[in-house]
């Protein structure tokens, strides 16, 4: 079975630290992703990785940079956190659908972090 | 931007009926869709996946279909359990991005005993 950890389930931050969310799968998946759910807004992306070292910006990357420095890593970092940013956090990976020839594109969820920036 | 539609009221049944959830989209049709099941405080899981050029699909005590003419797709849960209780997403992907996912907000199915 994939499993999908992230480092905290919980988590409390001032505004204007710098956050760190931690993600890692252990399936060598290509694709890794970050998403923030609000209640009535559901699963936004923020961020996604194809490949070590490559992203590209998701539909709200604003006030959010990522790093993906080894294939089973992907880290969320809140540059200031701001209370805005008090949310849900998801991270996600899956297998490259060039791979799978679009056969088998599900995403593998983690527990998610559930972020208080006061 | 695609936009996923799911009724944000909760649905109430009671044990033993049929759940039926629906969600829209809009602007092009995609290449296929899926169904997750997410409990409080956890990450979604994925249930079912149907293709654009498949009508229905099932497992178990599942079935989801998916009508590109009225782009929408049904989900439904036939015999429901407490159990079954949870909020369900639906998400889309499309031929120019495989890799992309967009997601519903989900309806939560409450299943009265």
């Known amino acids: 079975d994939v499993k999908v950890t992230q480092s905290s389930r919980y988590l409390v931050k001032r505004t204007g630290e710098k956050v760190f969310l931690e993600c890692v799968q252990d399936m060598d998946h290509e694709n890794m992703f970050w998403y923030r759910q609000d209640p009535g807004l559901g699963l936004r992306l923020i961020y996604f990785s194809y490949d070590v070292k490559m992203k590209e910006k998701g539909d709200i990357p604003e006030g959010y940079s990522v790093s993906r420095e080894k294939k089973e890593r992907f880290s969320l970092i809140l540059e200031s956190a701001s209370t805005n940013q008090t949310s849900m956090y998801l991270c996600?990976?899956?297998?490259?659908?060039?791979?799978?020839?679009?056969?088998?594109?599900?995403?593998?969820f983690g527990p998610g972090t559930r972020l208080l920036v006061l | 931007s695609q936009k996923i539609e799911q009724n944000s009221e909760a649905l109430n049944i009671q044990e033993g009926k049929t759940a039926t959830l629906t969600c829209n989209y809009t602007?092009?049709?995609?290449?296929?869709l899926q169904w997750y099941r997410q409990d409080p405080g956890r990450g979604p899981v994925f249930l079912l996946l149907?293709?654009?050029?498949?009508k229905e699909k099932r497992k178990e005590r599942l079935k989801v279909t998916f009508d590109t003419t009225l782009k929408q797709s049904l989900f439904h849960i036939t015999a429901s359990q407490p159990a079954d209780s949870a909020t369900y997403l639906c998400a889309t992907t499309y031929v120019y991005n495989f890799n992309k996912f967009y997601f519903g907000s989900g309806t939560k199915l409450n299943v009265k005993p």
């Open positions: 149907i293709r654009e050029n498949e």
């Open positions: 996600a990976s899956s297998l490259d659908s060039f791979l799978t020839s679009g056969r088998k594109e599900t995403q593998y």
């Open positions: 602007n092009y049709s995609p290449a296929y």
